[in-house]
């Protein structure tokens, strides 16, 4: 008898339920026959389930941050409650066909959000399509990149098809990465705190930087220039990645997560731990606050990252400003004002 990822159990006399996070299914086992029976097949991503004292099922998804009612003699599920995001982070926008689409790394899937009707869809699912649960995401000129600090992974999703195409491992603890026009990728390791170059075909790599102070979210500059912001530091530097060289942009910020950089130039930053996003010019270092009171910085646990769930930010072509909310579960929208 097996399952292949059972999450959680539930005994009513003679039979054990169970929610398989990998394939969406709850099934039923009679403990004297031994024999299981498929009760209903749900979204893969369930993880727990509880029956009331009417002998109600409910089954939980992390992935749909939701809560479903299931009939147990004929397998229909009734939404109780449902978020249309999980755990926003890390996001990046784009523009197609004259909207703007921004792309979710949602913890447990990769997910599109409509910047104008703000309808969720689907990429992949953690359960089912991928194993790394995205913490980090950029996108290149070929391929979505995913970066889990919690998996220790890189994935490389192309951009046409949606598919994911290669996974490389064996980082230490990569929190973003991104991607060149000739393919190489740029990875940053919170726990190394180095700043990796990976050739296009993912054999060759070396360190470009060393001891940065938690790396958090890179963000690509003109030229041969990056940016990231150091949550330990409070800062945000420039690094010129063809010659090492690294530069002090702004210092004494209070938890610096997500970076862009708009159309107008400038470096455009979460900075949890004021709950605001603050605009910082990468020539003189100015700040200017662009946004507050923003329910954001969701709390690390005892040991865990400095930046758990980095709240992400995304400046579109128009200047629209997009941030994420790990907090709410949620997507802000800013819109600059009108001329």
């Keep these: 008898m097996q399952f292949k990822s059972c999450t959680t159990r539930s005994v009513i006399p003679d039979n054990l339920y169970v929610v398989d996070t990998a394939t969406g299914a709850v099934w039923s086992v009679s403990l004297t026959s031994k024999q299981k029976k498929l009760v209903a097949s749900l979204k893969p991503g369930l993880d727990n389930l509880a029956f009331d004292s009417r002998g109600r099922l409910f089954v939980s998804s992390m992935t749909d941050n939701g809560i479903y009612l299931v009939d147990k003699v004929t397998g229909s599920a009734k939404t109780i409650v449902e978020g249309r995001l999980a755990i926003p982070t890390d996001i990046a926008v784009v523009t197609e066909n004259g909207r703007e689409i921004v792309h979710v790394a949602d913890v447990f899937s990769y997910r599109t959000v409509d910047g104008q009707s703000g309808a969720v869809s689907d990429v992949l699912r953690v359960h089912g399509d991928t194993h790394s649960n995205p913490i980090g995401l950029s996108i290149g000129p070929k391929h979505v990149l995913l970066s889990s600090w919690f998996s220790m992974t890189v994935e490389k999703i192309d951009r046409k098809t949606g598919k994911l195409v290669a996974t490389l491992g064996e980082f230490a603890a990569p929190v973003d990465a991104l991607e060149m026009a000739d393919g190489t990728l740029y990875v940053a390791e919170l726990a190394s705190g180095n700043l990796v ?14 001891e940065l102070r938690a790396p958090v979210a890179l963000a690509q500059g003109p030229g041969n220039l990056i940016y990231v912001t150091e949550i330990a530091g409070g800062a945000v530097t420039q690094i010129d990645v063809a010659t090492g ?4 942009v702004a210092d004494n910020l209070a938890g610096p997560e997500g970076i862009d950089v708009g159309p107008d130039g400038k470096l455009y930053v979460a900075e949890v731990g004021q709950k605001r996003i603050v605009a910082i010019d990468p020539a003189t270092g100015t700040k200017t606050v662009i946004a507050s009171n923003l329910d954001i910085g969701l709390a690390p646990y005892p040991g865990g990252p400095p930046a758990l769930v980095p709240t992400g ?23 600059p004002p009108t001329p």
């Design 313 to 335: 930010v995304a400046v579109a072509k128009s200047g629209n400003i997009y941030v994420s909310s790990d907090t709410r579960n949620a997507m802000y929208k800013l819109t």
């Design 245 to 248: 060289a690294r530069k002090l």
């Design 197 to 210: 170059k990976v050739s296009p075909d993912g054999k060759t790599r070396s360190t470009i930087v060393k």
